[in-house]
């Protein structure tokens, strides 16, 4: 089993910034693709960010304020997020491409953080 587990969240005012973070434990064998997505209330969840295969991609919302970035000794997908706007409120997910030790390759969810920008 695998198991991803974020951290960071919190209350911040416009402006601001936060640090995500999202490490992956467990029947790891290697990890492709690792991503953050987003979901606002009333909202359909979004993708954020992803960081694979030497390449990143960044919704247009975010570009230029958010910076996703991968440490592959500890299986960890970080998020810095500077010039926070309320609207990038929202509950962040991290997922990751993963193949198990028995190689068995499915995609993984965290169980998500709260972030808050206040006007």
């Known amino acids: 089993q695998v198991q991803l587990v974020e951290s960071g969240g919190g209350l911040v005012q416009a402006g601001g910034s936060l640090r995500l973070s999202c490490a992956a434990s467990g029947s790891i064998f290697s990890i492709n693709a690792m991503g953050w997505y987003r979901q606002a209330p009333g909202k359909q969840r979004e993708l954020v960010a992803t960081i694979g295969g030497g390449s990143t991609y960044y919704a247009d919302s975010v570009k230029g304020r958010f910076t996703i970035s991968r440490d592959n000794a500890k299986n960890t997908v970080y998020l810095q997020m500077n010039s926070l706007k309320p609207e990038d409120t929202a509950v962040y997910y991290c997922?990751?491409?993963?193949?198990?030790?028995?190689?068995?390759?499915?995609?993984?969810w965290g169980q998500g953080t709260q972030v808050t920008v206040s006007s």
């Open positions: 997922n990751a491409d993963v193949r198990t030790v028995v190689q068995v390759r499915a995609t993984y």
